[in-house]
Each structure stands twice: as C-alpha cells, then as structure tokens.
C-alpha cells in the first residue's frame, strides 16, 4: 500500500478518515448488440467488406434485409430505448424519494437540490436525445452518455454562472442512468466514505443509507451546490485535485484534512493518528464551546451583543434554538424558488415558509424578502435584463406588485406567531422602502393585522450614502457584508478568494461606521447577517464599530458567543479606531490579532 498525497483547495472545514469511494466511475459499457447483419452502435457491417454482409453485396446478393431481419433490429432498438427511459425513470424515482425523505426530516433547501435533479431525469429534451441515439443503433448506455454530455456541455457555456452550474446535476443523472443500466443500482457501499469525483454533486453527499464524511472534487467552484451542502453538514470538501485521483482504487483508506487542503491515501501510522486526535480535539472543542449557551452573549466589560441565526430550513431553525440564539437575524426566502418558472404566489411562499416559522414561534424573525441577483437567477428571470444580467432584484420585485404582494401576504399569515420583521435586500434609495411600505401595508390592511417593522439591507455603496435618509425611514438597518465588501473593494463575491476577512478593509469598516451612526442617530438597531458577523478577525471591528445585531449560520454561534465572551468592548473600540486609519486590510488583521485575539477552549 504506497501512501499517496493531493493538494487541492479547501471548500468546507474538517478533518475526517473514510474509505475512497468514486461516486462517478464510469461503468463497463455494455457490448453492442448484434441483431441479423448489424452490431448496434457499430454503424458497419457485421464483419466489415469481407464479412458475410459484404460477401453478398460482392456477389451481387440482395442489398436490403429480409423483413423479419428488420422487424427484429427495429424491435431491438424500440427495446434500447425503452431501456434508456427506464433508466431515467428509475434516477427521477430515486431522486423523488430523497428528496421526500429530506423533506419530511425539515431539510428544505437540501430537498430541494434533490429535486432540481428529478427534474433533469425527466427533462424531455435530454431524454429525446438519448432515445434518438438509441433508435440509430446506439446502445442503451452510449446513447444516454453521448446525450448526457452533449446537453452538460450546452449548459455548462451559459454566461450565467448559477445555470451553468446545473451541468454538474445533468452529468449526476447521466451516471446514475449509467450505473442503473449496468446492474449496478443506485445503491452505495457502506460508510464512512471519503467521496472523489471530478466534480462531487449535492445529491452525492445526501444519499440516505450511507455515511459520507469527506469528499473532493477535481473541478466545482466555492459556491456550488455541493459546497454549499458540504458546508451545511460539516463535510470537509476539497476542490481543485490533480485529476490523478480519479485513477485510486475503491476501498482504500483516505485523510481529507481541509486545513492542509490535502488528500491522503493510505496514511502513514503517525498521519492516522494526527488525524483522529485532531477529530476527538473538534468534538471536545464543540462540547466545550456548547457548554457555554446558557451564558449570557456579553463581553468582559458587560457590553452586551444580540446574537442571532441566518437560517433558510426548518432544521436550520432548530439548530440555532439548540445553540442559544436570540431569534433569526436573516431567513433566506428564495432558496425554494431558484429552479420556478413563474413568480411564486401566495400558498407556494405559504408552503415554504411554514416549517421554518412554526419552529420560531415567539422569537424574533427577520425575513429577507425575494433576493434575486445575478448569481441567484432563476428561469423566469432568465435574460430579463438587457444585456441578459439582471443586476438588483428589488427593482425586478416593485415592477410586479402583485408578486410582492403575495409574499408579504404569506409572511404575515405564517409568521404571525412570531415576532416577524421584514427585511428589503439591496435597497438604493429610501423611495424604494416608501414603496414596499406601502405594498405592505396594504397587505396587513387586507388582512387586517398590524404592519410589521420594515427593514432595509445596506449592500450598495449608494445605500450607504444616503444612509441618514434609510435610517429615518426604516425600522432598523441590516449590512450585507458579503456584497457591500465586494462592491466597495471591486471583488467578484464568487471569487473564492474574496472572502469575509476583506470586510476588515478600512474602507468597508468605514462605511459600516457611516451606516451605524446613521442609524443610532435615529435610534435604530444595526445588525450584520453577513459572513464576516463570524470571522474572528472581522467580528471585534463590528463591535468596536457599535454593531447592535450578529447573526451567523447556527453552526457557528457557539463560537461566536465564546469569542464575545473574551472580549473587551473597549479593546474592540480602539482597535476600530485604529483600524480605520490603518494602509490596508492587512494591517488591519494585525491590529486584531494583537488586540482582540482571545483564547478559546
């Protein structure tokens, strides 16, 4: 067993052992099948000009088959492509019950991954193809590989990223097509599995019955669905390995350390036991930082910080009650919608709100309203602008009232038991949040309940202008951090490379400072449901800054509490003072790092 290494670059955090497993191994295709004079899928004669076929034609035989010869290849090729349907039908089936199975155990937005791929198993253009394929003599299997790359091709060169990212969920169905026509199934050996595949799929992850623990792709970028459900469940993902992975055996032990961003087969005694210390030491620190819920979210000085959760799924939810939040800083409401076709109306924006909510009940809830952009586009978007990018959702959103309407309608029926607030994403000007106000008051009125409070997401640079304006006419004010970082400093917020740490820039910190004492000015709460509310060297800016709100994913508010906890607020305020007059963000984080870099268990 010769221990072999791969770089790549880490995607999702963690430390896990497993057995290799390549989900995407291309099958043994099937022989062609020979019927009369012709191999289907060969496109010759059987035995070329010097076999039996064309023997006759030499002699001057008959040129065309005997009709029984051809009734039985017709019947052949009708039999492939009923195979081919087959095949896709038995991934769509498949996709379907995961998809439930997820659904039922509150895991909406991974549900609906899942059942973005049953879509794409049922897509007739794709099966079209694949049958054509099969009635010209293809087998079963080349035809669904010929017709499965041909359509991922196609999508994979859209401009628009989000699209172009479902080649990867077409070439999933393609092999699961592969592997049902082979014998294989889509069954999945038994864990723990370190998946390698040149590009690891979201539905690869979440298939029940097995347990995956680390996996790593060859392709896939930061912000895929894979990578985002890797993220969601604390499965270390790689991106970015030497496509000589894809040639390791099935069933060799593997180390996935994403803090090393590399890959190890066959670990060296001394590899192994690193490995497996530093995965007991992470649960330790998990149960420590756990241990501290019951603590009030307050620094050494007793400057208290809210504390709250950015959730999209009702297990969200429940994860973020389990570690002690506040309430909801940010429900993502358009995760459901990316795949629709139409504006979602009231009882769909019902259904999906509904397990979410019902687990909030009491606590406060602040619900983004639809955010579309040009990294979130669904179909009915699709080229809406005109140079086919559809930039701000907002203005998208006040063009069809009506649409707006239905979803303030939902909010205020299913959020009713608990303490709802409103959030508008990437607002410009204060006429915009004039017109949502009153697309929602007219919606209360309807319904004759009172008029949640109404807030607005600073993102825009613009925003952040006429921040004293937003302030006076919001009920609070919520920093993006993510776009208003990317924005200012110029980045490409998919770049993996711009992440939370750039929101330390003295330039966004200074216009996070504008946005705060524009809205204390007016006695309103800030909040930031960014990333950077988590990153160490970002978080003790925002409280120096007078950041009232942090809301993070669940899995990180343990963390966040107890970093809070080791702070001094007064420490926190010098080192934002020094930090906006500081050359860059570099000398920014050493700013941080000497001032505000605590000791956690």
């Known amino acids: 067993m ?26 043994a295709l099937p022989r062609p099948r020979v019927t009369g004079s012709r191999a289907e899928g060969s ?7 010097g076999g039996p076929a064309g023997a006759a034609r030499a002699a001057g035989g008959s040129r065309t088959a005997p009709a029984a010869e051809m009734a039985r290849e017709e019947a052949a090729r009708e039999e492939t492509a009923h195979e081919v349907e087959a095949a896709f039908d038995a991934v769509a089936d498949h996709q379907d019950r995961l998809s439930a199975s997820l659904r039922a155990g509150g895991r909406i937005e991974q549900a609906d991954i899942m059942e973005v791929v049953g879509y794409l198993a049922q897509d007739t253009d794709l099966r079209a193809a694949a049958t054509r394929r ?3 003599g293809a087998s079963a299997a080349e035809a669904v590989q010929a017709a499965v790359e041909e359509y991922a091709r196609a999508i994979g060169a859209l401009a628009d990223p989000t699209l172009a990212e479902r080649a990867t969920d077409v070439r999933q169905v393609g092999r699961r097509a592969l592997a049902w026509l082979g014998g294989a199934g889509l069954a999945r050996p038994a864990g723990p599995l370190v998946l390698i595949a040149h590009e690891v799929g979201a539905a690869d992850l979440l298939e029940p019955g097995s347990e995956v623990v680390a996996a790593a792709s060859v392709t896939g970028g930061p912000n895929s669905h894979a990578a985002i459900v890797a993220r969601s469940l604390g499965i270390p993902l790689l991106l970015g390995l030497d496509p000589a992975v894809l040639d390791l055996p099935d069933g060799a032990e593997a180390l996935v350390d994403a803090a090393r961003a590399g890959l190890t087969v066959h670990p060296a005694p001394g590899e192994r036991a690193g490995a497996l210390a530093a995965m007991d030491q992470a649960r330790s620190r998990r149960a420590a930082l756990a241990a501290e819920r019951h603590l009030p979210c307050e620094t050494l000085d007793r400057h208290s910080v809210i504390l709250r959760a950015n959730v999209a799924t009702a297990a969200d939810s429940e994860a973020a009650l389990r570690a002690g939040a506040d309430g909801v800083g940010l429900l993502r409401t358009e995760l459901p919608f990316l795949e629709a076709r139409r504006w979602p109306d009231e009882e769909q924006h019902a259904a999906a709100l509904a397990p979410v909510l019902r687990e909030l009940a009491g606590r406060p809830v ?11 586009v669904p179909p009915f978007l699709a080229g809406a602008g005109p140079d086919g990018r559809i930039g701000r959702g907002l203005p998208l959103m006040l063009a069809r009232p ?4 239905a979803q303030f309608r939902a909010l205020l029926t299913t959020g009713a038991g608990t303490d709802l ?3 508008i994403p990437m607002v410009a000007a204060p006429g915009e949040l004039r017109a949502c106000r009153a697309l929602l008051r007219a919606a209360a009125e309807s319904l004759g309940v009172p008029v949640p409070p109404l807030g607005a997401m600073v993102e825009l640079p613009e925003a952040v202008g006429r921040a004293d304006e937003l302030a006076r006419e919001a009920a609070f004010l919520s920093v993006g951090s993510n776009d208003l970082t990317s924005r200012i400093l110029g980045l490409d917020r998919r770049d993996p490379s711009a992440g939370p740490a750039h929101t330390a820039h003295p330039e966004v910190l200074a216009a996070i400072g504008q946005v705060v004492e524009a809205a204390h000015r007016h006695r309103r709460q800030v909040s930031v449901c960014g990333d950077a509310a988590a990153h160490p060297l970002v978080m003790p800016l925002l409280i120096g800054l007078g950041c009232d709100v942090l809301s993070a994913a669940p899995a990180v508010l343990d963390e966040i509490r107890a970093r809070i906890r ?3 607020a007064e420490a926190c305020a010098q080192a934002a003072r020094e930090a906006l007059v500081a050359e860059d963000v570099e000398e920014v984080w050493g700013i ?5 870099s605590p000791v956690l268990p």
């Open 566 to 568: 080791r702070l001094d």
């Open 43 to 49: 496109g010759t004669d059987q035995g070329g000009a």
């Open 2 to 27: 010769n221990r072999r290494s791969f770089g790549g670059r880490a995607a999702s955090a963690g430390v896990a052992l497993g057995t290799l497993h390549r989900p995407d191994r291309p099958p």
């Open 402 to 405: 009506d649409a707006f309407t």
């Open 592 to 596: 941080v790092e000497r001032r505000c």
């Open 421 to 423: 607030r409103i959030m």
């Open 366 to 376: 602040t619900v983004r309203t639809l955010d579309f952009a040009d990294d979130k």
């Open 134 to 136: 099969a009635a010209e």
